[in-house]
């Protein structure tokens, strides 16, 4: 993202909408095609999805608190599944530990 410059997708938005959307197709596409096929299939279903809410929010805000609220509520569920995994981790230490101490007395 360093060399992205906004100012220049600005312009070409303001002076250009097709250019603008032709040039944003293509940049989204090269930034998939540099991933793996199925990284770059779940990639594609993203923005799918992104371009639906941006047709359908009616104005650009609505489109972004949409899709950011959307960001929100899967990276509440990664800290859930974070947390879960932490615990999950704890648990089997003990358990681990346990044994080894077992093993020690056997």
């Known amino acids: 993202m360093a060399d992205f410059d906004f100012d220049h997708w600005r312009r070409l938005a303001e002076q ?7 040039a944003r197709r ?8 540099t991933h ?6 779940r990639l594609r279903e993203m923005q799918g ?7 359908s929010a009616g104005t650009p805000m609505n ?7 959307l960001m929100e509520e899967h990276l509440a569920a990664l ?5 879960a995994l932490r615990e ?14 077992l093993e020690r007395i056997l």
């Open 16 to 22: 250009d909408p097709e250019a603008y959307f032709r």
């Open 26 to 33: 293509s940049a989204i596409e090269r930034f998939i095609g």
């Open 36 to 41: 793996p096929a199925n990284e770059a299939r």
């Open 49 to 55: 999805y992104i371009d639906c809410v941006r047709l």
């Open 63 to 69: 489109a972004l608190l949409t899709v950011s609220k």
């Open 79 to 83: 800290g859930e599944q974070s947390v």
């Open 88 to 101: 999950a981790t704890e648990r089997l230490d003990a358990a681990v530990a346990h044994l080894d101490r």
